[in-house]
C-alpha cells in the first residue's frame, strides 16, 4: 500500500501561482510513475500532468502546457506540481495518483493508489 498526501492547494486570483505537493508514504516510490488528475464542480475527474519514474520524462494536458510543470524528488518521496498563470478554469480539486507500470500513462486505470485531492480556487 502506498498513501498519497497532497497539500498546497488554496485561493489564489488569476495570473497567481501556487505549488502543489504529494507526500508518498513508501521507500520504493522511486519505482512509480505519478500523476496529478483534477476535477471541476459537475465535471469527470481529468489528467492534467504526469511523470515517470525517474523524472526523465513528462507530459501534460494541452490546457496547462507551458503554465503547469510536474517534478519529482525520490529521495524525499515527494511530487510537485507547480502551477502558473493560473485561470479560473483551473479550479478544481487535485488529486494525486501513483501507478506502479512506472512509465506515463493519461489514463485514471493505470494508477493503483491516489491521495484525497486538495482544492485550488481561482478567481477572476
Known amino acids: 500500500q502506498v498513501q498519497l498526501v497532497e497539500s498546497g492547494g488554496g485561493s489564489v486570483q488569476a495570473g497567481g501561482s501556487l505549488r502543489l505537493s504529494c507526500a508518498a508514504s513508501?521507500?520504493?516510490?522511486?519505482?512509480?510513475?505519478m500523476g496529478w488528475f483534477r476535477q471541476a464542480p459537475g465535471k469527470e475527474r481529468e489528467f492534467v500532468a504526469a511523470i515517470n519514474w525517474s523524472g526523465g520524462s513528462t507530459s501534460y494536458t494541452d490546457s496547462v502546457k507551458g503554465r503547469f510543470t510536474i517534478s519529482r524528488d525520490n529521495a524525499k518521496n515527494m511530487v510537485y506540481l507547480q502551477m502558473n498563470s493560473l485561470k479560473p478554469e483551473d479550479t478544481a480539486v487535485y488529486y494525486c495518483a501513483a501507478s506502479t507500470r512506472m512509465v506515463i500513462d493519461r489514463t485514471q486505470g493505470a494508477y493503483d493508489y491516489w491521495g484525497q485531492g486538495t482544492q485550488v480556487t481561482v478567481s477572476s
Open positions: 513508501r521507500r520504493t516510490f522511486g519505482s512509480y510513475a
